[in-house]
């Protein structure tokens, strides 16, 4: 059981930055994977970005790449992601998830959202154009 936290989320003007924060407590394990997913209102929700707990390997949505930075704090079980150069298309509900690393080779299922098993409550970023 596993249980995660968003904390960070708020109003920005465009070309602002937020941090944006995912606790995690319970039982963590260091083959997990986190991912951070956003649903804007009337749209499916999308994959934003990943990181490996054990070694730190990230992933991201080509929409969020060279402005998104996904990261861990090993001490403090948390996951951050610092988003920059923030756009009015970043507004949004995100949430931070949690599944265990692929046994693959194929590291594009930590995109999609069906194998994580564990969510936040979600956090909103509203960035005002």
């Known amino acids: 059981q596993v249980q995660l936290v968003e904390s960070g989320g708020g109003l920005v003007q465009a070309g602002g930055s937020l941090r944006l924060s995912c606790a995690a407590s319970g039982r963590t394990f260091s083959n997990y994977a986190m991912g951070w997913f956003r649903q804007a209102p009337g749209k499916e929700r999308e994959f934003v970005a990943a990181?490996?707990?054990?070694?730190?390997?990230?992933y991201y949505a080509d929409s969020v790449k060279d402005r998104f930075t996904c990261s861990r704090d090993n001490a403090k079980n948390t996951v951050y992601l610092q988003m920059n150069s923030l756009v009015f298309e970043d507004t949004a509900v995100y949430y931070c998830?949690?599944?265990?690393?692929?046994?693959?080779?194929?590291?594009?299922?930590?995109?999609?959202?069906?194998?994580?098993?564990?969510w936040g409550q979600g956090t909103q970023v509203a960035v005002s154009s």
């Open positions: 998830a949690s599944r265990r690393a692929s046994t693959s080779y194929d590291t594009s299922v930590y995109r999609r959202p069906y194998d994580y098993d564990y």
């Open positions: 990181i490996i707990w054990s070694g730190g390997s990230t």
